[in-house]
């Protein structure tokens, strides 16, 4: 098909949402990514990533500390929930707020409070992710059944935490699947939870190959 045929697919109807698409049912969201068996002729994590380009591959600068900073912030949100809830000041010098006040700030610090929980969770997914890769090319490097099967085994491992902080993420992300913030999100822990699966496919294929 030339360049000039391609059509772009934009799906709609119920699911999870990934940059502005539904892919599949919500349940789909609970599978990990996992295809077959991982063979020999997997490429190397360092050759592969074909879910992201260079453009891509800038999100992934300050990761870290975009994760410290939306676990304050919604730390900081999760406490003004609770003292909406209990009916406390803001300050000591400050009388009690009314209902009114109280059902205002405790609706939007919640609403802050989940948002910014899905950005720590994609980051906290990415995290996860650049773990694991390093974990399978340290395999795929490693000379013995051995010495590849640790970092193999810490790659796998790896990859199922990036999956559950990319599940908590796409849910959390789904409750925002209108903006463009929680189609950002849930782009980015979907590749992340990608990535990370074939990372610990290729960290596999590395330990058949020292069996072989």
Same mark, same amino acid.
């Given at each position: 098909?030339?360049? %000039?045929?391609?059509?772009?697919?934009?799906?709609?109807?119920?699911?999870? &949402?990934?940059?502005?698409?539904?892919?599949?049912?919500?349940?789909?969201? &609970?599978?990990?990514?996992?295809?077959?068996?991982?063979?020999?002729? @997997?490429?190397?994590?360092?050759?592969?990533?074909?879910?992201? @380009? @260079?453009?891509?591959?800038?999100?992934?600068?300050?990761?870290?500390?975009?994760? !410290?900073?939306?676990?304050?912030? #919604?730390?900081?949100?999760?406490? %003004?929930?609770?003292? $909406?809830?209990?009916?406390?000041?803001?300050?000591?010098?400050?009388?009690?707020?009314?209902? =009114?006040?109280?059902?205002?700030?405790?609706?939007?610090? &919640?609403?802050?409070?989940?948002?910014? $929980?899905?950005? !720590? !969770?994609?980051?906290?997914?990415?995290? &996860? *992710?650049?773990?694991?890769?390093?974990?399978?090319?340290?395999?795929?490097?490693?000379?013995?059944?051995?010495?590849?099967?640790?970092?193999?085994?810490?790659?796998? #491992?790896?990859?199922?935490?990036?999956?559950?902080?990319?599940?908590?993420? *796409?849910?959390?992300?789904?409750?925002?699947?209108?903006?463009? !913030?929680?189609?950002?999100? =849930?782009?980015? =822990?979907?590749?992340?939870?990608?990535?990370? $699966?074939?990372?610990?496919?290729? #960290?596999?294929?590395?330990?058949?190959?020292?069996?072989?």
């Amino acid at each position: 098909m030339s360049d %000039a045929e391609h059509r772009e697919q934009h799906n709609h109807g119920s699911g999870t &949402f990934v940059g502005g698409d539904v892919h599949g049912g919500l349940w789909q969201v &609970f599978l990990p990514p996992y295809g077959k068996k991982a063979t020999s002729s @997997d490429p190397a994590p360092a050759q592969r990533r074909p879910e992201q @380009d @260079d453009q891509d591959g800038d999100d992934y600068e300050g990761r870290l500390a975009s994760m !410290f900073v939306s676990a304050w912030i #919604a730390a900081s949100a999760g406490l %003004a929930v609770v003292y $909406a809830v209990m009916g406390r000041p803001w300050t000591d010098n400050e009388p009690a707020p009314g209902i =009114a006040a109280r059902i205002g700030v405790g609706l939007v610090a &919640f609403y802050v409070c989940l948002a910014v $929980a899905a950005a !720590f !969770f994609a980051r906290l997914a990415q995290v &996860f *992710e650049l773990w694991s890769e390093h974990c399978a090319i340290t395999a795929a490097q490693s000379r013995g059944r051995l010495v590849a099967r640790p970092p193999a085994s810490m790659s796998r #491992a790896l990859a199922g935490l990036t999956a559950m902080a990319a599940v908590a993420a *796409e849910l959390l992300a789904s409750l925002f699947g209108w903006s463009s !913030f929680g189609g950002k999100v =849930a782009q980015r =822990a979907h590749l992340a939870r990608l990535n990370a $699966a074939s990372n610990a496919k290729s #960290a596999r294929a590395a330990t058949k190959r020292r069996n072989a």
